[in-house]
C-alpha cells in the first residue's frame, strides 16, 4: 500500500511539475518573440457649441492633455430665491442676489471639480424606513464673473462664466 501511495503522488508531483513548466516556458517564448510595444496614442475629437477640441490620450498614463490649447468656457445659471420675511424689498432683492451667486459658485465647482455623493439608506421591518443623501463639492473657482443677471417675482437669475486657456487648464486638472 505505501509503494501504491508513493507512485501516486510520484506521478502527480510530475504532472503538477509538467504544467507549471509548460505554462513557464510558453510564456517565456512568447514574450522572446515579441517586439517591445511603444505605448498607444490615439485622438478623440469632441465638438462644441463654441469649438472644436482635440484631445490626445496616452493609454499607459493615463491623462489627457489638449494639443492646440483652446480656449474653455464654463457657463452656469444660479439661482435665489428672496426670503418672505425682510425689512424691505431692497433686502429681499440683495438676499436673493446673494443666494443665486452662491448658487452659480456651487454649479461652477461641480463642473469643474465632481461632485462626492454619500447615501444612506436604512431597512425596517422588511420596508425602507429612512434614506439619506449627502452631496458635497470642494474646489477653488477663480477669475469666474457674473455676466448676465435679472430678477422678477422674486427670482434671481445670474449668469456666471469663467474663460481658462489650455494651458491653465493641463496645470490645473491633468492628472
Aim: glycine share 4%.
Amino acid at each position: 500500500m505505501s509503494l501504491d501511495r508513493w507512485i501516486a503522488s510520484l506521478f502527480t508531483s510530475m504532472f503538477v511539475l509538467m504544467l507549471f513548466n509548460g505554462c513557464s516556458l510558453k510564456s517565456n517564448t512568447s514574450s522572446a518573440n515579441k517586439a517591445p510595444q511603444k505605448p498607444i496614442q490615439y485622438n478623440v475629437t469632441i465638438k462644441d457649441d463654441t469649438k472644436e477640441k482635440v484631445l490626445t490620450q496616452n493609454k499607459s498614463s493615463k491623462l489627457a492633455y489638449v494639443l492646440d490649447a483652446p480656449e474653455k468656457l464654463f457657463v452656469v445659471n444660479g439661482e435665489g430665491i428672496a426670503p418672505q420675511n425682510t425689512v424691505s424689498p431692497a433686502q429681499a432683492k440683495a438676499l436673493a442676489k446673494r443666494a443665486a451667486v452662491a448658487d452659480a459658485y456651487r454649479q461652477m465647482a461641480e463642473k469643474l471639480y465632481g461632485v462626492k455623493i454619500n447615501a444612506k439608506d436604512t431597512v425596517k421591518n422588511a420596508a425602507l424606513y429612512d434614506s439619506r443623501i449627502v452631496s458635497q463639492v470642494n474646489g477653488v473657482v477663480k477669475d469666474a464673473t457674473i455676466v448676465e443677471h435679472t430678477y422678477k417675482d422674486g427670482l434671481y437669475i445670474v449668469r456666471m462664466e469663467l474663460k481658462m486657456n489650455g494651458d491653465r487648464w493641463k496645470e490645473i486638472f491633468a492628472y
